[in-house]
């Protein structure tokens, strides 16, 4: 499908998770090409750090926005910051985070927390974005997982957030196409990060599919251009999702299981 050229140079994006991995990533990449970067997460230090360094490295303007999108009302108010004289053209809906363990164990508190991190959060930021961008154009990329793919048990909230937001992603790029806006839903496998050491998880350096969070961005940044609307970087991990597509439903859980009980 022919589609306008995709233009960064001047123009604002707001990336959530901006102090870590892949946001952190997003922001030096999105600077880079000339785009004006507004940092969202909790840790304002990492925030101020990285906006002093993307103004000063490519002469652009920065924005820092703490905010805890754990709390009921932050996103809108994210949003109201962000947006308040600005023309937020790209939203990267990246902030999120998982966690290992038996459903049931895993305290009840943390596992809301992350639904409203990893799905309301990114679901109330896109409705604002889009209903600022639809006719004049802009760009939304929700950063998922492939383990959004399929239930995962031993990190069952953590993949049901993700199908949500890929289900709900795939669903705005469709709708929101022919409006002007690109959506694009990004589904890394494993990616070396701070999101181990919140989630309880591992990942070795010579891992099947491991990518670094730079070769997450440039292939979601691609997608943004080409106006893909899905991108799972990696082979292993694209085979990974579409044996799971094949396979019988149960058979797909059981080996998840085991292989989430191998995983420190
Ligand atoms: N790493 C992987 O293997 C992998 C694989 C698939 C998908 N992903 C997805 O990639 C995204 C980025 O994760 P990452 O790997 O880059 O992990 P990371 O290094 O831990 O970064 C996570 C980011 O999310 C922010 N965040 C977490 N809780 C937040 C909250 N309550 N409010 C605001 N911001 C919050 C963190 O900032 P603060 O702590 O400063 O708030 C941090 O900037 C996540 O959505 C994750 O699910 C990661």
């Not at 004289?85 to 990267?92: A, E, K, S």
């Not at 790029?173 to 022919?178: D, F, G, K, L, Y």
């Not at 799972?232 to 998840?256: E, K, S």
């Amino acid at each position: 499908m022919a589609r306008d050229a995709w233009e960064y140079r001047g123009r604002w994006a707001l990336v959530t998770g901006a102090s870590s991995g892949i946001g952190k990533a997003f922001a030096r990449e999105l600077a880079r090409r000339g785009m004006h970067v507004a940092l969202a997460a909790r840790r304002e230090d990492r925030l101020r750090a990285l906006a002093d360094e993307l103004a000063s490295a490519h002469r652009i303007r920065t924005l820092v926005l703490p905010a805890d999108l754990g709390e009921p009302g932050a996103a809108g108010e994210l949003w109201r910051q962000a947006a308040e004289g600005r023309d937020i053209h790209l939203l990267v809906n990246n902030a999120g985070f998982g966690l290992k363990g038996a459903f049931h164990e895993l305290p009840l508190e943390r596992q809301s927390e992350m639904v409203r991190v990893n799905c309301i959060a990114p679901m109330e930021l896109a409705h604002h974005a889009l209903n600022r961008m639809r006719g004049r154009g802009g760009g939304i990329v929700n950063v998922a997982s492939v383990a959004g793919a399929q239930p995962i048990p031993l990190i069952a909230t953590y993949a049901a957030s993700k199908a949500f937001l890929i289900s709900l992603s795939e669903a705005l790029a469709i709708e929101s196409r022919e409006a002007g806006v690109r959506v694009v839903t990004v589904n890394p496998g494993p990616v070396k990060t701070g999101f181990q050491a919140v989630a309880g998880t591992e990942v070795r350096d010579r891992a099947p599919g491991i990518r670094t969070p730079e070769q997450i961005v440039d292939a979601a940044l691609h997608a943004l251009e080409t106006g893909r609307m899905t991108v799972t970087p990696g082979l292993v991990n694209r085979l990974a999702v579409a044996a799971v597509r094949v396979a019988p439903r149960g058979l797909a859980i059981r080996a998840a299981k085991a292989v989430m009980r191998r995983l420190r």
